[in-house]
Each structure stands twice: as structure tokens, then as C-alpha cells.
């Protein structure tokens, strides 16, 4: 079975969406950027991507409302959450489940590739 090299970001910085965008199609991945949570939920579709990386702070829906509605429609994606300094786990504790990474802003490309092999794995681990 192939790996699936598709990785979803959900950022409303632009440049960090191109950054981010930029670095994942260096490392071969396939990327579809989206500027909020409600463009990403509108456009998810099978084949699902192999991971998703979340603002924690978007306009409209947060990072933690994309996550929820995820798991609501009962979408079952690796997660890994981008902050600015925020602590999701002091904050929002329930929401970090075994699937969900956390990448602080700045962050190095060693740092993002590492996540997503988190994720992943972790999302492996938990469904299997």
C-alpha cells in the first residue's frame, strides 16, 4: 500500500501558509492549504489527508472548534496543532488526545517533519 503523501494545512498567517506550504512540498508531500476552518470543513473529501496541521488561533472557528467538528462528523485525521506561544494542553487539556501533536511558532523543519510522523504514528496506534 502506498503512503499517502497528502498533508492538509489550516493557517491564516499567508505566510506562514507558504512557509509551511513551501517546506512539506520540499519533503515530496502533496499539500492543500486552507486560510480558515470552515474552508478546510467545506472541502474535505476521501481520500482523507494523512495528517492535518491546525492554527490553534484562526478567525471564526478555532483550531480546537475544526478539531471538535472533525470528530463530530466522524472525520479520523492525525492532528498536529500550531501555536504562537499558547498551551493547548493547560488550556483546552481534553483536546490533546494520543493523535495530536503540538508545534510552537517559530518552529524548524526538522521540528514539522517530526510531527507529522508523530501524528501519524500515534493516529496508527490508537485506530489499530
Sequence with gaps: MAENRCIAIVEDEPLVRSALH???RSKEYVVDAFASGEA???AI???LPACVFIDVNLPGMSGFDVKYELE???VDIPVVMI???FDPAREHPGILTGDVEVLHKPFQVDEVVRAIRAAIRAHEE???
Design 83 to 85: 501555536t504562537g506561544g
Design 22 to 24: 513551501r517546506l512539506l
Design 40 to 42: 478546510f470543513l467545506v
Design 126 to 128: 490508537v485506530t489499530s
Design 72 to 74: 463530530e462528523a466522524g
Design 45 to 47: 473529501k476521501d481520500p
